[in-house]
């Protein structure tokens, strides 16, 4: 079993930044591809950024310039920078990844709010 823990949600105004984490924990052998998804009510959910296990990110254009993928290899973590947010950025963020165990699976997190208002 493969649990992914998300933090650092929470309430900024526009212009500020806030900084995202999301850890894989369990029986991993190997973590593959790690993402961030997001959603608002009455929309589908759509990709924000990925990154590949050798460090090649992926973003939508809509953040591109504001926001950062990282992760760390060693703790099985993805990180989501998040500079200049908008009000347009409000909505709960997933974080994903595609983890072997006996087989490979994808693995979603329970979801963060983050909301940009003033």
């Known amino acids: 079993q493969v649990q992914l823990v998300e933090s650092g949600g929470g309430s900024v105004q526009p212009g500020g930044s806030l900084r995202l984490s999301c850890a894989a924990s369990?029986?991993?052998?190997?973590?593959?591809?790690m993402g961030w998804y997001r959603r608002t009510p009455g929309k589908e959910r759509e990709l924000v950024a990925t990154?590949?296990?050798?460090?090649?990110?992926n973003y939508a254009d809509s953040v591109k310039g504001r926001f950062t993928i990282s992760r760390d290899n060693a703790k099985n973590t993805v990180y989501l920078q998040m500079n200049s947010l908008k009000p347009e950025d409000t909505a709960v963020y997933y974080c994903?990844?595609?983890?072997?165990?006996?087989?490979?699976?994808?693995?979603w997190g329970q979801g963060t709010q983050v909301t940009v208002s003033s």
């Open positions: 994903h990844a595609v983890v072997a165990t006996t087989r490979w699976n994808d693995y």
């Open positions: 369990g029986s991993i052998f190997r973590v593959n591809a």
């Open positions: 990154i590949t296990s050798i460090g090649m990110t």
